[in-house]
């Protein structure tokens, strides 16, 4: 039998705004800087991963190692570069039918949670004046184990004192896909069918979302 769906736990970059470009152009500004080639392919790898773990991926992939004072001035750097993109954003910057369906959440009485990896997760959504839309919010600030680990989901469900059995992820990362099923919670995956395959659910953004189409197809 289907089990009801009390919360819904979002992710945020490439969710609820399209961040996700933003973390790709100032990773592959420093890769350039390193002579390290640097696709979207490869930046999938990224999606959802801290910041540490997302230059040790590039530097992987170009063979290459850094001192750890060279380590984290890349680190600096790549976050003032981001910085530079988000300080621009204004709540034009929600994705399509976010905002609409949330607001059903909220009719409906389901809970709403963040859970994302970002360290800027705050910043961002002050800029795009939606901070009050999240009872709990669980960011990289408040956690140690990355993506796929389901710590920032479990934690976000805690915050809401609801069971994962009863929470839905929204994730545009398979690492987040992941994390959600080893939380124990179900995922709608927002984004392409090839690399969100996993999910319970796939949409390509939040026009194809409602309350009711969640309820039959989870
Ligand atoms: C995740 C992004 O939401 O946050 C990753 O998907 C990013 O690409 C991670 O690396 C950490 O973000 P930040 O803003 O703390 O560097
Ligand atoms: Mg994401």
Request: glycine share 8%; charged share 25%.
């Amino acid at each position: 039998m289907k089990k009801p769906i009390h919360a819904c736990i979002f992710d945020l970059d490439g969710v609820i705004v399209d961040t996700a470009k933003y973390h790709f152009l100032a990773w592959q500004k420093l890769a350039q800087e390193m002579d390290i080639p640097f696709t979207e392919a490869d930046n999938e790898q990224l999606k959802g991963v801290s910041r540490v773990e997302s230059l040790k991926i590039i530097l992987a992939l170009g063979g290459k190692t850094l001192s750890q004072e060279a380590f984290d001035a890349k680190m600096t750097q790549k976050n003032e570069e981001f910085l530079g993109y988000i300080s621009q954003m204004t709540p034009k910057d929600i994705l399509s039918g976010v905002k609409q369906f949330l607001d059903e959440l909220k009719e409906n009485k389901v809970n709403i949670a963040l859970g994302s990896a970002s360290k800027n997760a705050r910043t961002i959504l002050t800029q795009i004046k939606m901070i009050d839309y999240f009872e709990v919010i669980m960011d990289g600030t408040n956690i140690s184990e990355a993506k796929p680990n389901p710590e920032v989901f479990l934690k976000a469900a805690e915050g809401l004192g609801i069971s994962p059995e009863f929470c839905v992820v929204f994730e545009d990362a398979e690492k987040g896909v992941e994390a959600a099923h080893q939380g124990g919670m179900r995922a709608v995956g927002v984004g392409s069918p090839e690399v969100l395959h996993k999910a319970e659910m796939i949409i390509s953004g939040f026009e194809e979302m409602n309350y009711r189409i969640m309820t039959e197809n989870l």
